[in-house]
């Protein structure tokens, strides 16, 4: 099955720098790899993803790059906010059968005002 | 817009005491899962469903049961509760494949 390896486990930042959290994934047919914030108390939520068509993409102050070849991804947060707190999962995922996306284990992101 | 709603949102329960927790989306989703959340440890996949009376196995199933009966609502029982079972768990729903999840706020669970 599909593997997801995501670095670092934390990560802190002066406010105004940025961020960059990198993901690794093993099954060469994922096709999606979404983003997910999850702030305290709460459940996670998108916040930016990317198909396999596409090599970049940008939201704002976030954006998501694709190394289909390398088979890697990466989450871009630029001009950090005290607000951007909190933990991050990259995930994998392909079409077709029972679909399960595959989660990271997650990355504390700490932003120092 | 409720979107997904797990109950209870905290409980303790004593070893060898059974629950049940239900997940409702309101979204008409045909895909749900059932994580488990463990620090360092992320999201863990419990079991999953792809659809009413569908139900299958995922990275952590045992000491778990699921029950997909209605469309919206997805349940997961512990019969009998040890310690390694406290954690915090997330539903999520997905209206197709390649599409966001949708989570739900949690359960925490205490297991003493």
Redesign the interface.
């Given at each position: 099955g599909e593997n997801v390896e995501?670095h670092p486990?934390t990560l802190s930042v002066q406010e105004g720098d940025s961020a960059v959290i990198k993901c690794t994934y093993s099954d060469s047919a994922s096709?999606?790899f979404?983003w997910?914030k999850q702030e305290l108390?709460?459940?996670?939520?998108?916040i930016i993803?990317i198909?396999s068509n596409v090599g970049e993409k940008k939201d704002q102050r976030i954006a998501v790059t694709l190394n289909k070849t390398a088979k890697h991804f990466s989450l871009h947060i630029t001009e950090t906010q005290p607000e951007d707190s909190a933990v991050y999962?990259c995930?994998a995922?392909?079409?077709?059968g029972?679909?399960?996306?595959t989660?990271?284990?997650?990355t504390s992101l700490i932003v120092h005002p | 817009n409720a979107g997904v709603t797990q109950t209870p949102k905290f409980r303790v329960l004593k070893t060898g005491q059974s629950m049940t927790l239900l997940c409702a989306q309101d979204m008409n989703h045909e895909y749900m899962y059932w994580y488990r959340q463990d620090p360092g440890m992320g999201l863990r996949l419990i079991h999953y469903s792809v659809g009413e009376g569908t139900t299958a196995k995922g990275e952590v199933p045992d000491g778990y049961n699921v029950s997909r009966l209605k469309k919206q609502n997805f349940l997961l029982g512990l019969e009998s509760a040890a310690p390694s079972q406290t954690s915090v768990y997330f539903c999520a729903s997905m209206d197709r494949p390649n599409t966001e999840a949708f989570f739900g706020q949690g359960t925490r669970l205490t297991v003493v």
């Amino acid at each position: 099955g599909e593997n997801v390896e995501q670095h670092p486990s934390t990560l802190s930042v002066q406010e105004g720098d940025s961020a960059v959290i990198k993901c690794t994934y093993s099954d060469s047919a994922s096709n999606y790899f979404p983003w997910y914030k999850q702030e305290l108390g709460k459940g996670p939520q998108l916040i930016i993803d990317i198909r396999s068509n596409v090599g970049e993409k940008k939201d704002q102050r976030i954006a998501v790059t694709l190394n289909k070849t390398a088979k890697h991804f990466s989450l871009h947060i630029t001009e950090t906010q005290p607000e951007d707190s909190a933990v991050y999962f990259c995930a994998a995922g392909k079409s077709g059968g029972s679909y399960i996306p595959t989660f990271g284990r997650g990355t504390s992101l700490i932003v120092h005002p | 817009n409720a979107g997904v709603t797990q109950t209870p949102k905290f409980r303790v329960l004593k070893t060898g005491q059974s629950m049940t927790l239900l997940c409702a989306q309101d979204m008409n989703h045909e895909y749900m899962y059932w994580y488990r959340q463990d620090p360092g440890m992320g999201l863990r996949l419990i079991h999953y469903s792809v659809g009413e009376g569908t139900t299958a196995k995922g990275e952590v199933p045992d000491g778990y049961n699921v029950s997909r009966l209605k469309k919206q609502n997805f349940l997961l029982g512990l019969e009998s509760a040890a310690p390694s079972q406290t954690s915090v768990y997330f539903c999520a729903s997905m209206d197709r494949p390649n599409t966001e999840a949708f989570f739900g706020q949690g359960t925490r669970l205490t297991v003493v």
